[in-house]
Each structure stands twice: as structure tokens, then as C-alpha cells.
């Protein structure tokens, strides 16, 4: 099974430049999540998505950071204008009703895209 | 008060030693507990659940303890491979969001 898909990678911007970041999940999985992590944290929850509606956005940034997921499969993060502390991972994931342990959903994460705002 | 705190660690031990570290929560309505694995600069990936009577996977023991809100890890007979950071990860409510700790960094000898 195909995992989690991101790009890109890395990407290196000034602050106030815009910068995107796509994801892919895992086929069928009807919840996605975006999840911010500044070095030396944990994951932060950004947005939660099932198929294609907000979950929950309480601590997305609004005011610079936009996400969507049109067909309810891949999505978009945006950040416009960054800023020296948008540095950091922003991690993927995707999990289904339909897998994990005892009822209890793994999330499933891609690789990742490292942002750097100098 | 942060929802998850862990002790940051690093715990430094050799090859074949037992080393454990524990987890608090602050919301004590949480309703799912786990521990995520995550290697340097790699995501993270879901070591195993935690249930109410304690479980094990391998060299692996979790213990979940609802009055004192805390859950923990044991690694027995540590190989160089379970280097890593240990989230400790809570679920507060029935739509799977999950909130991560800092994480526990283990660092394994030869």
C-alpha cells in the first residue's frame, strides 16, 4: 500500500514570500490532517479535514495560512506571508474509519516538507 | 499547562539495558493513549496503544494509570535500533484528534 505523499521536500523562502505545500493520502482514507512541528516539539495539530469539510481549524493561524481539499482526496497548505517562526515540518496524515487497532484510528504520516523562512 | 508533557530525556543507555519514562495528561476525560515512534528527521509512526490493563509488544510495556494521568513506556533489552524520539500521543475526544507530547529521547550504546 501506497503511503502518505508530500511535496516538496524542503523548501527554502524569505519572510513574506508565499510558499504551498501539497499532500496525497493514503487511498481511501476520508480524514486528513496537517500538523505543524518546530524542532524540539511534538506535532502540532493545524487542520483536520474529513473528506473534503474542516473538522476543526481552532489552531490554524487564519490570518496567513489557508488549507483546502477540494475532491476530498489531496490537499494544499498555504502560508502568505510567512514568517520567521512558520519555520519548521509540516507533516501530513491520513487514517480510515475502516483501519487501526481496537476501533482506535492510526494516522498514518508522509515524510514531510521542511520549511525554512530566512 | 501543556496537555501532554514528558521528560525530554536524553535517556542515555547501553545495549541489552531496560530504560522506561512516563507521560502525563492534563484532561482527564482523555479516552485513547499511545506511543509514537520518531527517528531523526523521519515522521512519525505508531509503536503501539494503550490500554486500560496494560499491554505489551515484544521488548515493548505500556501501563496506563487513569488516577494519576500518566502512562508509560518500557523498552526491555534495548538494541542500538530503538534510538529514537518517543512521542507520547492522547486523544481527548471522539473525532481522533490527537494531541502529541515533546517527546522522549532514548539513545541506545554499544
Known amino acids: 500500500e501506497a503511503g502518505v505523499a508530500q511535496s516538496p521536500r524542503y523548501k527554502i523562502i524569505e519572510k513574506r514570500q508565499s510558499v504551498a505545500f501539497w499532500c496525497n493520502p493514503i487511498?481511501?482514507?476520508?480524514?486528513l490532517y496537517w500538523y505543524q512541528q518546530i524542532l524540539g516539539q511534538g506535532p502540532k495539530l493545524l487542520i483536520q479535514?474529513?473528506?473534503?469539510?474542516?473538522?476543526?481549524d481552532s489552531q490554524l493561524p487564519k490570518d496567513r495560512f489557508s488549507a483546502e481539499r477540494l475532491k476530498g482526496v489531496d490537499s494544499t497548505l498555504k502560508i502568505q506571508p510567512a514568517k520567521l517562526e512558520d519555520s519548521a515540518v509540516y507533516l501530513c496524515?491520513?487514517?480510515?474509519?475502516?483501519?487501526?487497532?481496537?476501533?482506535?484510528?492510526?494516522?498514518?504520516f508522509g515524510p514531510g516538507t521542511r520549511l525554512t523562512v530566512l | 499547562r501543556k496537555e501532554v508533557e514528558q521528560d525530554p530525556g536524553p535517556f542515555n543507555v547501553p545495549e541489552g539495558a531496560t530504560v522506561a519514562f512516563n507521560c502525563t495528561y492534563s484532561?482527564?476525560?482523555?479516552?485513547?493513549f499511545f506511543w509514537y515512534r520518531q527517528d531523526c528527521r523521519k515522521e512519525p509512526k505508531l509503536l503501539m496503544s494503550?490500554?486500560?490493563s496494560g499491554n505489551e509488544d515484544g521488548r515493548f510495556t505500556a501501563q496506563l494509570n487513569r488516577a494519576s494521568q500518566y502512562i508509560s513506556l518500557l523498552i526491555r533489552d534495548s538494541k542500538l535500533s530503538d534510538s529514537a524520539t518517543y512521542l507520547c500521543?492522547?486523544?481527548?475526544?471522539?473525532?481522533?484528534?490527537?494531541?502529541f507530547g515533546a517527546g522522549t529521547t532514548v539513545t541506545v550504546r554499544a
Open positions: 496524515a491520513s487514517s480510515s474509519r475502516f483501519s487501526g487497532l481496537a476501533g482506535q484510528n492510526e494516522q498514518f
Open positions: 487511498s481511501g482514507h476520508a480524514t
Open positions: 479535514f474529513q473528506n473534503n469539510g474542516v473538522v476543526d
Open positions: 484532561n482527564s476525560a482523555s479516552q485513547s
Open positions: 494503550v490500554y486500560s
Open positions: 500521543v492522547v486523544n481527548f475526544q471522539r473525532d481522533y484528534k490527537l494531541s
